[in-house]
């Protein structure tokens, strides 16, 4: 199907991850490659909704594929989630002749592009953005890459200071809802347990662990947790307490890593991903699809209907819980 479109408009929205900036450009540069005019929207749905708009060209985006965070800057936008955001907003794509948008974001973000769609048939594409990992319809989301390195450099230093001495460390990590982040970087880093929201470890055999590791004359133990989990009930510090109270022989400290796993320059593989994702984007457009993400299963850059993306759940490796296992014998 041929499309009209004349002008694409780009942003970032949610919590920003490493390669968007990389994807920005892509999109940009595919307009420009194109012929097709290319605006920025800053702030995500606010700057829509407040009318923050740039035209931008091949040059507007030099520099920054190296770049961590994202030139366009995030937002959560409340009034985006109510009718009459959501009317403003459109108010403002007519008055600068902007006729589909690339959101480059998580499902919230695909949330809010569906219902606009929805409501005022502005045709848009998504690219997956977010550290996370938790989207449907793709093997990775950009900015996973970079945060697993981030972490498995973080939680390497760590385990210096821990063996220096003979400590356990509980390492907390992001992943809202799910455990990719636990779970690869917790093998990637040699982590002892790994928590994750998918598998109940259970207290007690989180002490059996502990205590066999202490057997087999392990001089520090690192316990990564994502931040999601809630199968032990207990947060970090929490778990800290209980072990401590359970094994006095560990001495116990916390690490939440926090939103330093959000920034840094985005690694090879998410630049290459953001930069095939964002000529996707643009070219499915102009073959006039609409109410799509972008994806890559088995090195192809795939197409998913959004409304499958949001509403389905991303499965977890279980073959490497198996393997983490084995490996902190
Ligand atoms: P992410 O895209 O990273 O999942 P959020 O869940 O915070 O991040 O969503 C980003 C933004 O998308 C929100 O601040 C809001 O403006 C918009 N959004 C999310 N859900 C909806 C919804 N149900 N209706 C309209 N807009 C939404
Ligand atoms: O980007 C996803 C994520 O990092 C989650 O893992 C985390 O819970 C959340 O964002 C925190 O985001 P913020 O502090 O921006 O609300």
Do not use: W
Not at 174 to 202: C, T, Y
Request: glycine share 10%; with cysteine.
């Amino acid at each position: 199907m041929a499309s009209n479109i004349k002008k694409i408009a780009v942003f970032t929205s949610g919590g920003d991850s490493p390669g968007m900036n990389a994807a920005i450009r892509s999109v940009v540069r595919a307009c420009a490659y194109l012929q097709i005019d290319c605006i920025g929207i800053f702030r995500g749905y606010q700057g829509m909704i407040e009318g923050d708009f740039m035209p931008m060209n091949a040059r507007s985006v030099n520099n920054i594929i190296n770049k961590g965070g994202t030139m366009l800057k995030s937002a959560r936008c409340e009034e985006f989630r109510t009718k009459a955001g959501r009317k403003k907003a459109f108010e403002q794509l007519q008055a600068n002749g902007i006729d589909s948008l690339v959101v480059i974001g998580g499902d919230g973000s695909f949330t809010g592009a569906l219902k606009f769609n929805e409501e005022y048939g502005v045709p848009f594409i998504g690219i997956p953005g977010t550290i996370d990992n938790d989207i449907f319809g793709t093997r990775v989301t950009v900015g996973y890459d970079t945060a697993l390195n981030t972490v498995v450099e973080a939680i390497d230093k760590i385990r210096d200071t821990a063996s220096s001495h003979h400590r356990l460390f509980f390492v907390e990590v992001m992943g809202r809802d799910v455990g990719h982040i636990a779970l690869n970087s917790g093998i990637g880093a040699g982590a002892e347990e790994i928590l994750i929201p998918e598998e109940d470890l259970g207290l007690e055999r989180l002490l059996d662990s502990l205590k066999r590791s202490k057997a087999r004359g392990k001089s520090s133990s690192i316990v990564v947790v994502a931040e999601g989990d809630r199968t032990t009930g207990k947060n970090v510090y929490e778990l800290k307490e209980f072990v401590e109270e359970n094994l006095p022989i560990y001495d116990v400290r916390v690490c939440v890593l926090g939103h330093m796993q959000r920034g840094g320059a985005p690694t090879c593989s998410d630049r290459v991903l953001a930069c095939r994702m964002g000529v996707k984007a643009v070219e499915s457009l102009l073959e006039g699809k609409s109410n799509l993400m972008t994806g890559i299963q088995e090195n192809e850059i795939t197409l998913t209907p959004v409304i499958e993306a949001i509403k389905g759940k991303t499965k977890l490796d279980k073959e490497l819980i198996r393997i983490s296992d084995i490996l902190t014998v």
